[in-house]
Nanobody
Framework: QVQPVESGGGLVQAGGSLRLSCAAS????????MGWYRQAPGKQREWVAG???????NYADSVKGRFTISRGNAENTVYLQMNSLKPEDTAVYYC?????????WGQGTQVTVSS
């Protein structure tokens, strides 16, 4: 397994939408969990959303109802659809992929929401 690769960040106005993608390596059968985290300037990294091998999803209260995590058809790709974006969603977003043998972080993708 190698570092997952994120894409899809950018600059958007408040109320807009973005979709982040994360492509993981390795067999889908070895992936146990895929999650999105974010880190705003001067703050600690925080968990945003996750999906397990069975397809169950969970969300942080701050994004519930606005963000949707899903897997691609290949199942080693995970998406984060972000709607109704707010300036406080501005952060570097990281993908985390957990395998049976350990986890890996992506390099991060910047999301900036202007007011």
């Amino acid at each position: 397994q190698v570092q997952p690769v994120e894409s899809g960040g950018g600059l958007v106005q408040a109320g807009g939408s973005l979709r982040l993608s994360c492509a993981a390596s390795g067999s889908i059968f070895s992936i146990t969990y895929m999650g999105w985290y974010r880190q705003a300037p001067g703050k600690q990294r925080e968990w945003v959303a996750g999906i397990n091998r069975g397809g169950s999803t969970n969300y942080a209260d701050s994004v519930k109802g606005r963000f949707t995590i899903s897997r691609g058809n290949a199942e080693n790709t995970v998406y984060l659809q972000m709607n109704s974006l707010k300036p406080e969603d501005t952060a570097v977003y990281y993908c985390n992929v957990q395998y049976q043998t350990g986890g890996f972080w992506g390099q991060g993708t910047q999301v900036t929401v202007s007011s």
